[in-house]
């Protein structure tokens, strides 16, 4: 059973910094990418940021672009959002995800098998 846990969350002042952390486990845990999903009230799940196991790349949607960070420690199997210049339109229930399989799409949720019970982010103007 693969299990991921997203920590970190809370409420945070705008232009404040917040850092997420998701841990996953599992005897059988397998994957190729992790990403990051957010989900305002009344509004769809959205990509934020994804990132590999192997390899630099990473990837952003324009809004957090410049702002946000994603990093991994593998050892630990550890994913990690630093969100920083926090704006209250960033506020929603943020999402770790994990994806089985490689893909050159990291945006769809479709793609991603895995998902942790989220975590509140919350910026107040």
């Known amino acids: 059973q693969v299990q991921l846990v997203e920590s970190g969350g809370g409420l945070v002042q705008a232009g404040g910094p917040l850092r997420l952390s998701c841990a996953a486990s599992?005897?059988?845990?397998?994957?190729?990418?992790m990403g990051w999903f957010r989900q305002a009230p009344g509004k769809e799940r959205e990509f934020v940021a994804a990132?590999?196991?192997?390899?630099?790349?990473?990837y952003y949607a324009d809004s957090v672009k410049g702002r946000f960070i994603i990093s991994r420690n593998n050892a630990q199997k550890t994913v990690y959002l630093q969100m920083n210049s926090l704006k209250p339109e960033d506020t929603a229930v943020y999402y770790c995800a994990s994806r089985t399989y490689y893909s050159t799409n990291y945006y769809g949720k479709d793609n991603y098998s895995y998902w942790g019970q989220g975590t509140q982010v919350s910026v107040s103007s």
């Open positions: 990132i590999r196991w192997s390899g630099p790349s990473t």
């Open positions: 599992g005897r059988n845990f397998k994957s190729d990418a």
